[in-house]
């Protein structure tokens, strides 16, 4: 599955972003997806998940409130609709899918990842 992401950039602290992550010509339904990202020297996050029918959401409690993921498995769409944005958002985020049908929040779990886009919150 090949995912990729676009929709980072520099925003000003307060701002918004929505980040997309398509997935052509690939059975998108069959997969959980996830926002990862990953700060310098830090470890990879789990920020957003949703269920494959897109019924389902769950979000890091640093994030909830102010992110929202959404899919539409008929363009083979994801997103991460972002909010209220804070200079500790800044990172490279990251697109995942899952093969499995159970929701994870451990990046184990997701198979396939996109190449990352930058988001910087400038203070």
């Known amino acids: 599955v090949q995912l990729v992401e676009s929709g980072g950039g520099l925003v000003q602290a307060g701002g918004s972003l929505r980040l997309s992550c398509a997935a052509p010509?690939?059975?998108?339904?069959?997969?959980?997806m996830g926002w990862f990202r990953q700060a310098p020297r830090k470890e990879r996050e789990f920020v957003a998940t949703?269920?494959?029918?897109?019924?389902?959401?769950y979000y890091a409690d640093s994030v909830k409130g102010r992110f929202a993921i959404s899919r539409d498995n008929v363009e083979n769409m994801v997103y991460l609709q972002m909010i209220s944005l804070k200079p500790e958002d800044t990172a490279v985020y990251y697109c995942?899918?899952?093969?499995?049908?159970?929701?994870?929040?451990?990046?184990?779990?997701?198979?396939?990842w996109g190449q990352g886009t930058q988001v910087t919150v400038s203070s």
């Open positions: 949703i269920n494959r029918s897109g019924s389902k959401t």
């Open positions: 010509g690939q059975p998108f339904s069959s997969y959980v």
């Open positions: 995942a899918a899952d093969g499995t049908s159970v929701v994870h929040t451990d990046p184990m779990y997701y198979d396939y």
